[in-house]
């Protein structure tokens, strides 16, 4: 299988970008529902998060379930569980798995004001440089752990203290979970 460099990978993105762009949007759909492990740690992030709130360090006092912005977060992870690798290097194959999701994701938010309504993600890094993307958070809901997410999550975008939802994929590679989350917010005046 031929491995996809840069430039084909960001030339396939901004390709699905454009198709969605002139296909325009239908109707909003129902969105996934979510297994006992993506309810299980929003719960545990939302201590944290109401923690966070009453420091007055977020706009909200808790964070919504919304698997809206899931696409973008789900691609990363179903590529990985597919290598069944926590580090895997991009191929062509990859990129359009990860437009896909990418279209799902840019689709969905335009009901909430577009790509300006992500807020932070946290969980799969994707280092553009040399085209890996790396699971970096297994799952788990103990404290330590969910506090140094949510810390990830709230330094990964300016918007982050602002986030309403919160979307959550919990990828399995070689039998271990991992936690990958992207929050948003409604930018709709």
Avoid at 47 to 65: C, T
Wanted: glycine share 8%.
């Amino acid at each position: 299988m031929k491995e996809m460099n840069r430039r084909e990978f960001l030339t396939l993105t901004g390709a699905a970008v454009v198709a969605l762009s002139l296909a325009g949007c239908g109707g909003p759909s129902a969105p996934a529902a979510p297994t006992g492990k993506e309810a299980e740690l929003v719960a545990a992030i939302n201590k944290v998060w109401k923690e966070k709130y009453e420091a007055k360090a977020v706009d909200h006092e808790q964070l919504i379930l919304n698997q809206d912005a899931v696409g973008v977060i789900r691609a990363y992870g179903l590529i990985l569980e597919k290598a069944n690798e926590t580090t895997h290097q991009l191929t062509a194959e990859d990129g359009e798995m990860f437009s896909k999701g990418y279209l799902e994701f840019a689709e969905k938010m335009q009901k909430y004001g577009g790509e300006d309504s992500l807020a932070g993600t946290a969980g799969s890094l994707y280092q553009s440089h040399n085209d890996v993307v790396t699971l970096e958070d297994a799952y788990s809901c103990e404290d330590t752990a969910v506090r140094a997410f949510v810390e990830k999550l709230l330094n990964s975008n300016p918007n982050s203290p602002k986030a309403e939802y919160i979307s959550i994929y919990c990828p399995v590679v070689q039998g271990k979970t991992y936690m990958t989350a992207v929050m948003f917010r409604n930018n709709k005046p």
